[in-house]
Protein backbone atom coordinates (compact mmCIF):
# COMPACT_ATOMS: atom_id res chain seq x y z
CA UNK A 1 0.00 0.00 0.00
CA UNK A 2 1.67 3.28 -0.95
CA UNK A 3 1.28 6.76 0.87
CA UNK A 4 -1.82 7.84 -1.41
CA UNK A 5 -3.75 4.92 -0.66
CA UNK A 6 -2.80 5.10 2.92
CA UNK A 7 -4.09 8.96 3.22
CA UNK A 8 -7.34 7.44 1.54
CA UNK A 9 -8.01 5.03 3.98
CA UNK A 10 -7.77 7.00 6.92
CA UNK A 11 -9.67 9.65 5.19
CA UNK A 12 -12.28 6.44 4.53
CA UNK A 13 -12.00 5.62 8.59
CA UNK A 14 -12.34 9.31 9.65
CA UNK A 15 -15.43 9.92 7.82
CA UNK A 16 -16.68 6.01 9.08
CA UNK A 17 -15.79 7.32 12.69
CA UNK A 18 -18.01 10.30 12.64
CA UNK A 19 -20.82 8.89 11.09
CA UNK A 20 -20.80 6.13 13.75
CA UNK A 21 -19.92 8.21 16.60
CA UNK A 22 -23.13 9.34 17.47
CA UNK A 23 -24.66 6.13 17.74
CA UNK A 24 -21.76 4.09 19.92
CA UNK A 25 -21.20 6.89 22.60
CA UNK A 26 -23.07 6.50 25.32
CA UNK A 27 -21.45 8.60 28.33
CA UNK A 28 -23.25 11.39 30.53
CA UNK A 29 -21.91 13.97 28.64
CA UNK A 30 -22.69 13.16 25.63
CA UNK A 31 -24.99 16.35 24.61
CA UNK A 32 -22.23 18.20 25.46
CA UNK A 33 -19.57 16.27 23.38
CA UNK A 34 -22.53 16.40 20.21
CA UNK A 35 -22.94 20.35 20.80
CA UNK A 36 -18.58 20.48 20.55
CA UNK A 37 -18.95 18.32 17.83
CA UNK A 38 -21.38 20.39 15.92
CA UNK A 39 -19.43 23.87 16.52
CA UNK A 40 -16.23 22.15 15.16
CA UNK A 41 -18.25 21.46 12.06
CA UNK A 42 -19.46 24.88 11.77
CA UNK A 43 -16.24 26.53 12.30
CA UNK A 44 -14.64 23.60 9.59
CA UNK A 45 -16.82 25.49 7.48
CA UNK A 46 -15.95 28.98 7.76
CA UNK A 47 -12.46 28.16 8.23
CA UNK A 48 -11.78 25.57 5.10
CA UNK A 49 -13.92 27.94 2.95
CA UNK A 50 -11.73 30.82 4.26
CA UNK A 51 -8.90 28.99 3.45
CA UNK A 52 -9.46 28.93 -0.38
CA UNK A 53 -10.10 32.55 -0.09
CA UNK A 54 -7.07 33.45 1.91
CA UNK A 55 -4.99 30.84 1.47
CA UNK A 56 -5.12 29.60 -2.49
CA UNK A 57 -6.75 32.98 -3.73
CA UNK A 58 -4.40 35.53 -1.62
CA UNK A 59 -7.79 37.57 -0.91
CA UNK A 60 -7.10 38.42 2.93
CA UNK A 61 -10.39 38.87 3.92
CA UNK A 62 -12.09 39.66 7.69
CA UNK A 63 -15.88 39.74 6.37
CA UNK A 64 -16.13 36.46 6.08
CA UNK A 65 -17.99 36.56 9.84
CA UNK A 66 -19.58 38.82 8.15
CA UNK A 67 -21.21 36.97 5.68
CA UNK A 68 -21.85 34.09 7.90
CA UNK A 69 -24.10 36.69 9.87
CA UNK A 70 -26.04 37.77 6.83
CA UNK A 71 -27.21 34.02 5.85
CA UNK A 72 -28.09 34.01 9.97
CA UNK A 73 -30.19 36.91 10.21
CA UNK A 74 -31.52 36.21 6.74
CA UNK A 75 -33.41 33.19 7.51
CA UNK A 76 -33.74 34.19 11.43
CA UNK A 77 -35.36 37.96 9.62
CA UNK A 78 -37.41 35.68 7.54
CA UNK A 79 -38.34 32.56 10.10
CA UNK A 80 -39.39 35.94 12.17
CA UNK A 81 -41.65 37.92 10.05
CA UNK A 82 -43.16 35.81 7.68
CA UNK A 83 -46.27 32.95 8.21
CA UNK A 84 -48.81 31.59 5.83
CA UNK A 85 -52.45 31.56 7.09
CA UNK A 86 -55.70 30.09 5.37
CA UNK A 87 -57.55 33.33 5.94
CA UNK A 88 -56.51 37.61 5.80
CA UNK A 89 -55.95 39.16 9.02
CA UNK A 90 -56.96 42.28 7.51
CA UNK A 91 -54.11 44.06 10.02
CA UNK A 92 -50.73 42.77 8.50
CA UNK A 93 -49.15 43.19 4.89
CA UNK A 94 -50.44 40.26 3.23
CA UNK A 95 -50.34 38.93 -0.40
CA UNK A 96 -52.69 35.59 -1.50
CA UNK A 97 -51.31 32.57 -2.51
CA UNK A 98 -53.78 30.52 -4.29
CA UNK A 99 -56.25 30.02 -1.04
CA UNK A 100 -53.74 30.89 1.10
CA UNK A 101 -51.95 33.79 2.17
CA UNK A 102 -48.30 35.06 3.43
CA UNK A 103 -48.18 37.39 6.13
CA UNK A 104 -45.62 39.67 6.87
CA UNK A 105 -45.76 40.46 10.58
CA UNK A 106 -44.86 44.26 11.64
CA UNK A 107 -41.39 45.13 13.18
CA UNK A 108 -42.28 46.77 16.81
CA UNK A 109 -38.36 45.58 18.24
CA UNK A 110 -37.82 44.94 21.98
CA UNK A 111 -40.58 45.47 24.48
CA UNK A 112 -42.10 44.73 27.71
CA UNK A 113 -45.22 45.90 27.54
CA UNK A 114 -47.96 43.64 26.76
CA UNK A 115 -49.73 46.27 25.11
CA UNK A 116 -47.68 47.04 22.32
CA UNK A 117 -48.05 43.99 20.28
CA UNK A 118 -47.58 42.84 16.46
CA UNK A 119 -50.30 42.63 14.14
CA UNK A 120 -50.66 39.00 14.03
CA UNK A 121 -50.57 38.43 17.91
CA UNK A 122 -53.35 41.08 18.01
CA UNK A 123 -55.17 38.72 14.95
CA UNK A 124 -54.76 35.59 16.28
CA UNK A 125 -55.97 36.96 19.59
CA UNK A 126 -59.43 37.50 18.05
CA UNK A 127 -59.16 34.15 16.77
CA UNK A 128 -58.79 32.41 19.95
CA UNK A 129 -57.13 29.39 18.32
CA UNK A 130 -59.98 29.04 15.63
CA UNK A 131 -57.37 30.06 12.79
CA UNK A 132 -54.01 27.74 12.51
CA UNK A 133 -51.14 29.65 11.72
CA UNK A 134 -48.14 28.28 10.35
CA UNK A 135 -44.22 29.49 10.08
CA UNK A 136 -42.91 29.29 6.86
CA UNK A 137 -40.57 26.00 6.06
CA UNK A 138 -37.11 26.25 7.68
CA UNK A 139 -35.13 25.46 4.26
CA UNK A 140 -37.28 28.20 2.45
CA UNK A 141 -35.17 30.32 4.95
CA UNK A 142 -32.13 28.80 4.82
CA UNK A 143 -31.99 28.83 1.36
CA UNK A 144 -32.68 32.79 1.47
CA UNK A 145 -29.70 33.28 3.88
CA UNK A 146 -27.44 31.47 2.10
CA UNK A 147 -28.41 33.46 -1.48
CA UNK A 148 -28.40 36.55 0.57
CA UNK A 149 -24.88 35.60 1.35
CA UNK A 150 -23.75 34.87 -1.78
CA UNK A 151 -25.65 38.14 -3.52
CA UNK A 152 -23.25 40.24 -0.76
CA UNK A 153 -20.26 38.27 -1.66
CA UNK A 154 -20.83 38.75 -5.40
CA UNK A 155 -21.22 42.58 -4.91
CA UNK A 156 -18.48 43.12 -2.01
CA UNK A 157 -16.16 41.55 -4.91
CA UNK A 158 -17.17 43.92 -7.34
CA UNK A 159 -16.01 46.33 -4.47
CA UNK A 160 -12.59 45.31 -3.46
CA UNK A 161 -11.47 43.90 -7.48
CA UNK A 162 -8.42 46.81 -7.22
CA UNK A 163 -7.46 46.13 -3.29
CA UNK A 164 -4.51 44.35 -2.43
CA UNK A 165 -2.99 43.26 0.96
CA UNK A 166 -4.17 45.44 4.04
CA UNK A 167 -6.22 47.43 1.66
CA UNK A 168 -8.89 44.55 1.62
CA UNK A 169 -8.53 43.37 5.14
CA UNK A 170 -9.18 47.34 6.12
CA UNK A 171 -12.37 47.31 3.66
CA UNK A 172 -13.83 43.57 4.41
CA UNK A 173 -13.33 44.12 8.03
CA UNK A 174 -15.09 47.57 7.86
CA UNK A 175 -18.05 45.81 5.95
CA UNK A 176 -18.61 43.14 8.95
CA UNK A 177 -17.98 45.82 11.23
CA UNK A 178 -21.18 48.22 9.53
CA UNK A 179 -22.72 45.03 9.41
CA UNK A 180 -22.87 44.35 12.99
CA UNK A 181 -23.29 48.06 13.88
CA UNK A 182 -26.44 48.36 11.77
CA UNK A 183 -27.80 45.10 13.05
CA UNK A 184 -26.99 46.41 16.55
CA UNK A 185 -28.99 49.93 15.87
CA UNK A 186 -31.46 48.71 14.60
CA UNK A 187 -33.51 47.02 17.25
CA UNK A 188 -37.23 47.63 16.04
CA UNK A 189 -36.27 45.09 13.47
CA UNK A 190 -33.48 43.18 14.41
CA UNK A 191 -34.11 43.36 18.15
CA UNK A 192 -30.75 44.64 18.75
CA UNK A 193 -28.38 42.63 20.97
CA UNK A 194 -31.58 41.29 22.36
CA UNK A 195 -31.03 38.85 19.42
CA UNK A 196 -33.82 36.93 17.38
CA UNK A 197 -34.92 33.16 18.33
CA UNK A 198 -35.03 31.08 15.59
CA UNK A 199 -36.76 27.63 15.37
CA UNK A 200 -35.04 24.63 15.74
CA UNK A 201 -33.80 21.92 12.69
CA UNK A 202 -36.75 19.93 13.39
CA UNK A 203 -39.36 22.10 15.16
CA UNK A 204 -41.73 19.17 14.83
CA UNK A 205 -38.89 16.48 15.24
CA UNK A 206 -37.82 13.75 12.74
CA UNK A 207 -37.88 9.84 12.43
CA UNK A 208 -34.71 8.47 11.17
CA UNK A 209 -34.67 4.75 10.24
CA UNK A 210 -37.49 4.21 12.43
CA UNK A 211 -36.35 6.34 15.19
CA UNK A 212 -38.28 9.69 16.49
CA UNK A 213 -35.82 12.34 17.33
CA UNK A 214 -37.46 15.10 19.05
CA UNK A 215 -36.48 18.86 18.05
CA UNK A 216 -33.87 19.16 20.86
CA UNK A 217 -32.29 16.15 20.46
CA UNK A 218 -28.54 16.02 18.80
CA UNK A 219 -28.08 13.57 16.43
CA UNK A 220 -30.58 15.08 13.91
CA UNK A 221 -27.87 18.40 13.48
CA UNK A 222 -25.15 16.30 13.92
CA UNK A 223 -25.03 15.03 10.75
CA UNK A 224 -26.66 17.83 8.86
CA UNK A 225 -23.76 19.82 9.98
CA UNK A 226 -20.94 16.47 9.09
CA UNK A 227 -22.83 16.05 5.58
CA UNK A 228 -22.84 19.79 5.00
CA UNK A 229 -19.07 19.65 5.84
CA UNK A 230 -18.17 16.62 3.62
CA UNK A 231 -20.19 18.76 0.81
CA UNK A 232 -17.99 21.77 0.90
CA UNK A 233 -15.03 20.05 1.35
CA UNK A 234 -15.79 17.70 -1.59
CA UNK A 235 -16.48 20.92 -3.60
CA UNK A 236 -13.34 23.24 -2.61
CA UNK A 237 -11.28 19.86 -4.22
CA UNK A 238 -13.11 20.17 -7.20
CA UNK A 239 -12.22 23.33 -7.61
CA UNK A 240 -8.47 23.07 -6.50
CA UNK A 241 -8.03 20.47 -8.87
CA UNK A 242 -9.80 22.61 -11.97
CA UNK A 243 -8.77 25.22 -13.71
CA UNK A 244 -10.17 27.55 -11.29
CA UNK A 245 -7.72 26.71 -8.86
CA UNK A 246 -5.07 26.87 -10.69
CA UNK A 247 -6.27 30.39 -11.73
CA UNK A 248 -6.90 31.57 -8.10
CA UNK A 249 -3.47 30.15 -7.11
CA UNK A 250 -2.11 32.07 -9.80
CA UNK A 251 -3.81 35.33 -8.23
CA UNK A 252 -2.01 34.56 -5.09
CA UNK A 253 1.45 34.06 -6.64
CA UNK A 254 1.07 37.21 -9.18
CA UNK A 255 -2.01 38.63 -9.69
CA UNK A 256 0.19 41.64 -12.68
CA UNK A 257 1.79 37.99 -14.53
CA UNK A 258 -1.43 36.29 -13.87
CA UNK A 259 -2.94 39.21 -15.97
CA UNK A 260 -0.10 39.46 -18.41
CA UNK A 261 -0.62 35.71 -19.17
CA UNK A 262 -4.04 36.14 -20.27
CA UNK A 263 -6.23 35.05 -17.05
CA UNK A 264 -9.30 37.02 -16.40
CA UNK A 265 -8.24 38.32 -12.92
CA UNK A 266 -11.50 40.23 -11.71
CA UNK A 267 -13.85 37.86 -12.99
CA UNK A 268 -11.74 34.88 -10.41
CA UNK A 269 -11.88 37.04 -7.44
CA UNK A 270 -15.42 37.62 -7.91
CA UNK A 271 -15.68 34.20 -8.15
CA UNK A 272 -14.01 33.14 -5.23
CA UNK A 273 -15.70 35.79 -2.76
CA UNK A 274 -19.07 34.75 -3.81
CA UNK A 275 -18.32 31.02 -3.59
CA UNK A 276 -16.95 31.31 0.04
CA UNK A 277 -19.20 33.77 1.23
CA UNK A 278 -22.57 31.12 -0.02
CA UNK A 279 -20.65 28.60 1.75
CA UNK A 280 -20.10 30.98 5.30
CA UNK A 281 -23.85 32.31 4.96
CA UNK A 282 -25.05 28.25 4.62
CA UNK A 283 -22.72 27.43 7.46
CA UNK A 284 -24.45 30.57 9.47
CA UNK A 285 -28.15 30.15 8.52
CA UNK A 286 -27.82 25.94 9.83
CA UNK A 287 -25.90 27.18 12.77
CA UNK A 288 -28.28 29.88 14.01
CA UNK A 289 -31.28 27.29 13.46
CA UNK A 290 -29.44 24.84 15.97
CA UNK A 291 -28.60 27.58 18.20
CA UNK A 292 -31.95 28.97 18.76
CA UNK A 293 -30.56 32.63 18.51
CA UNK A 294 -28.56 35.24 16.49
CA UNK A 295 -27.26 37.92 17.84
CA UNK A 296 -24.67 40.83 16.51
CA UNK A 297 -21.91 39.15 18.86
CA UNK A 298 -21.63 36.18 16.62
CA UNK A 299 -20.27 38.87 14.24
CA UNK A 300 -17.64 40.38 16.31
CA UNK A 301 -14.05 40.42 15.08
CA UNK A 302 -13.15 38.16 17.74
CA UNK A 303 -14.96 35.43 16.24
CA UNK A 304 -13.08 36.41 12.94
CA UNK A 305 -9.76 36.11 14.33
CA UNK A 306 -10.51 32.96 15.65
CA UNK A 307 -11.39 31.18 12.38
CA UNK A 308 -7.92 32.82 10.87
CA UNK A 309 -5.96 31.34 14.42
CA UNK A 310 -7.72 28.41 12.94
CA UNK A 311 -6.57 28.08 9.39
CA UNK A 312 -3.29 29.37 10.69
CA UNK A 313 -2.45 26.11 12.87
CA UNK A 314 -4.28 23.81 10.98
CA UNK A 315 -3.00 25.04 7.19
CA UNK A 316 -3.97 27.76 5.95
CA UNK A 317 -3.12 26.98 2.19
CA UNK A 318 -4.81 23.67 2.61
CA UNK A 319 -8.55 23.61 3.05
CA UNK A 320 -8.82 20.21 4.30
CA UNK A 321 -5.78 21.40 7.15
CA UNK A 322 -7.93 23.98 7.86
CA UNK A 323 -11.07 22.25 8.07
CA UNK A 324 -9.02 19.45 10.67
CA UNK A 325 -7.27 22.17 12.86
CA UNK A 326 -10.72 23.68 13.42
CA UNK A 327 -12.09 20.84 14.94
CA UNK A 328 -9.09 20.66 16.99
CA UNK A 329 -9.02 23.67 18.32
CA UNK A 330 -12.58 23.67 19.29
CA UNK A 331 -11.96 20.55 21.17
CA UNK A 332 -8.79 22.11 23.15
CA UNK A 333 -10.64 25.40 23.74
CA UNK A 334 -13.35 23.76 25.61
CA UNK A 335 -10.98 20.60 26.73
CA UNK A 336 -9.28 24.08 28.84
CA UNK A 337 -12.23 25.05 30.35
CA UNK A 338 -12.00 22.39 33.10
CA UNK A 339 -9.37 22.91 36.16
CA UNK A 340 -6.45 20.89 36.41
CA UNK A 341 -4.63 19.78 39.61
CA UNK A 342 -0.44 20.18 39.42
CA UNK A 343 1.32 19.46 41.94
CA UNK A 344 -1.43 19.23 44.27
CA UNK A 345 -2.40 22.85 42.83
CA UNK A 346 -5.63 24.05 41.36
CA UNK A 347 -5.60 25.74 38.36
CA UNK A 348 -8.34 27.12 36.93
CA UNK A 349 -7.72 26.78 32.89
CA UNK A 350 -10.65 29.31 31.81
CA UNK A 351 -8.15 32.12 32.64
CA UNK A 352 -5.20 30.53 30.83
CA UNK A 353 -6.61 29.36 27.84
CA UNK A 354 -6.65 31.74 25.61
CA UNK A 355 -3.31 32.01 26.86
CA UNK A 356 -1.94 28.84 25.49
CA UNK A 357 -3.97 28.69 22.45
CA UNK A 358 -1.98 32.18 21.50
CA UNK A 359 1.55 30.38 22.53
CA UNK A 360 0.26 27.31 19.69
CA UNK A 361 -0.36 30.26 17.28
CA UNK A 362 2.94 31.89 17.84
CA UNK A 363 4.80 28.83 17.69
CA UNK A 364 2.47 27.47 14.69
CA UNK A 365 3.86 30.59 12.64
CA UNK A 366 7.28 30.44 14.44
CA UNK A 367 8.58 26.94 13.23
CA UNK A 368 5.04 25.45 11.17
CA UNK A 369 4.71 28.70 8.65
CA UNK A 370 2.06 25.91 6.65
CA UNK A 371 0.34 24.61 9.69
CA UNK A 372 0.07 21.44 11.66
CA UNK A 373 -1.62 19.44 9.25
CA UNK A 374 -0.52 19.92 6.08
CA UNK A 375 2.63 19.00 6.33
CA UNK A 376 1.07 15.38 7.56
CA UNK A 377 -1.20 15.91 4.46
CA UNK A 378 2.02 16.63 1.78
CA UNK A 379 3.51 13.56 3.49
CA UNK A 380 1.30 11.41 1.45
CA UNK A 381 0.53 13.49 -1.54
CA UNK A 382 4.02 14.29 -2.76
CA UNK A 383 4.86 11.16 -2.26
CA UNK A 384 2.01 9.92 -4.37
CA UNK A 385 2.87 13.06 -7.30
CA UNK A 386 6.29 11.90 -7.13
CA UNK A 387 5.62 8.35 -7.96
CA UNK A 388 3.61 9.26 -11.01
CA UNK A 389 6.28 11.31 -12.08
CA UNK A 390 8.56 8.75 -12.17
CA UNK A 391 6.29 7.01 -13.82
CA UNK A 392 5.43 9.48 -16.92
CA UNK A 393 9.54 9.62 -16.86
CA UNK A 394 9.68 5.94 -17.17
CA UNK A 395 6.90 5.66 -19.86
CA UNK A 396 8.45 8.90 -21.65
CA UNK A 397 12.12 7.14 -21.80
CA UNK A 398 10.63 3.76 -23.27
CA UNK A 399 8.65 5.85 -26.07
CA UNK A 400 11.75 7.14 -26.83
CA UNK A 401 13.77 4.25 -26.86
CA UNK A 402 10.75 2.94 -29.01
CA UNK A 403 11.12 5.42 -31.27
CA UNK A 404 14.69 5.25 -32.23
CA UNK A 405 14.33 1.54 -32.12
CA UNK A 406 11.84 2.03 -35.28
CA UNK A 407 14.00 4.82 -36.94
CA UNK A 408 16.68 2.01 -37.12
Known amino acids: MNRNQTLSLISLITIVFFLAFPLVYAQRDYDYIMHIFITGFFYAILTSSWSMLAGYAGQFSFGHMGFMGLGAYGTALFSHYFYL???????????????????????????SSTLVQDCLTKTMAVWDGTVEVTPMPIWIGIMIG??????????????????????????????????????????????????????HLFENGITIFGHAYTKTDKIPPYYVMFFLLLICLSILAWLAKSRFGLFVRALRED?????????????????VFVITSTMA????????????????????????????????????????AAAIGAIMIEFLLELLRESFVIGGIE?????????????????????????????????FTRAHVASETVEIRKTSDTDDQQAVTNQK
Open 255 to 271: EDAAAALGVNTIRYKIM
Open 347 to 379: VDMTIWRLVFFGVLLMLTLRFYRNGLITPIINY
Open 85 to 111: SPVPTNLCTEFAIGDTYLIIKNPIGVT
Open 146 to 199: TLIGGFFGFLIGLLVMRLRAAYLALFTLGFSEILRATISAEIEITRGQAGIELP
Open 281 to 320: ALAGAVQAHYIGIITPNNLMFLQMSLIVAMAVIGGLENFA
